[in-house]
């Protein structure tokens, strides 16, 4: 036996160099969100790299590049857009994961981490000699924590989720509202105990790596950074396409307070008494929630343009189009939707909420989270001083290039999996 640098003991005999993968995501929605969006290039990346990588997704599924293998775990499917908290059948019911996910969905929580790793550990009890690594997509559930027992496991934590719940506990008053957050997160427990049991975890930025180190009770040396990429094939400057003065872009229409488009709205109404600025949303609010409302309460009616359901191809097109794009998220553990736009020429403003600075850098503005005053200021900025806006849209696009792409993330995620298989040796 020999020692690893910290500490863990592994046998002599190195990792093979192309490696069996199978990457874990317990939902990959391939339209919104960045577990799909991390899942579906990372593992063509991995691919390209010549390893061989399965996914192992409950819904939404991923949509995979050639290269890397589907399987599908089913579930009920309870949050599925199109038929939510539907009442699944007797025979469903039979099931007794399937039982336990609807009875906690029932009881407002959250039981996809859970029942997924469970329904994991059922699909590869038998196949484990398949790969050489397991790599949760942050799941961090029991099924998980039962596997690493049994061969070597990594971890990706975009940001410890105790963050979000912090952030929801902080915008709400009433004690039962807070109590049903509680609930909500309530799988968060499973998640601390699990990952003190992975080999390895990999995060996206210094800033997950820290917040890491205080939520979760995993040792700094088990930790390492990999940046997510930027698909810079499809997100690319589309030369020929004018820019409409006046139009921000926003690519979140998500009611959730962390990512901060009550502040968005808020600074638009300030912007819109001083220049002719228009705003518009990439995706579909919550019919009469809190986004709607608060449209309505600012008189942003004509101001304000949601697209629905977007392609990624139209998306670039929107990018292509506005004068500038805005990242108001209170927290990001990396910032993809920043990444994108820098990746499509778009002059960025973001908050220096979480990760957001090591992603823009000195390529974009920079202003403080929660601050709608200092949004306003800065979308006015940049439609009064059009040559600064190209400016930074040039150097978000050269910043993408240089240290963003998803082959690099590849690379040091295969040499992440090399440690754990020690480790685990």
Known sequence: MTSTPDGEKGNHGAPPDKLRVCLLSYRSNPHCGGQGVYVKNLSRALADLGHKVDVLSGPPYPELDPGAELVRLQSLDLYNAQNPFRMPTFMELSNPVNLLEWLSVSSMGFPEPLTFGIRACLHLRRRLA?????????????????????????ATIHHPITVDRDVAMAS??????????????????????????????????????RDIAQAFP????????????????LFRPLYGIPRNPGEVLVTNSADTPLKGLYHL??????ARKRRQARLVVIGTPKKDGGVVKLIRELGLGDAVRFTGRVGDEELVRHYAKAAMAVVPSVYEGFGLPAGEAMACGVPVISTTGGALPEVVGGAGVLVPPADPAALEEAIVDLLDHPDKAAALGQAGYE??????????????????????IRAYR
């Open 130 to 154: 398949s790969y050489d690594v397991l790599h949760d997509n942050q799941s961090l559930s029991y099924g998980v924590w039962w596997l690493a027992d049994r061969m070597p496991s990594v």
């Open 172 to 209: 709400v008053r009433s004690p039962a509202k807070k109590l049903k957050i509680l609930r909500w997160y309530s799988f968060i427990g499973m998640q601390l105990r699990a990952s003190r049991h992975l080999h390895r975890i990999i995060t996206v930025s210094e800033c997950s790596k």
């Open 399 to 420: 910043r993408v290039h240089r240290l963003f792409t998803w082959k690099r993330a590849a690379e040091l995620t295969a040499d992440v999996y090399r440690e754990a």
């Open 218 to 233: 995993v040792r700094p040396a088990r930790v390492r950074v990999v940046p997510n990429g930027i698909n810079t094939e």
């Open 265 to 270: 709205l808020k600074a638009m109404a300030g």
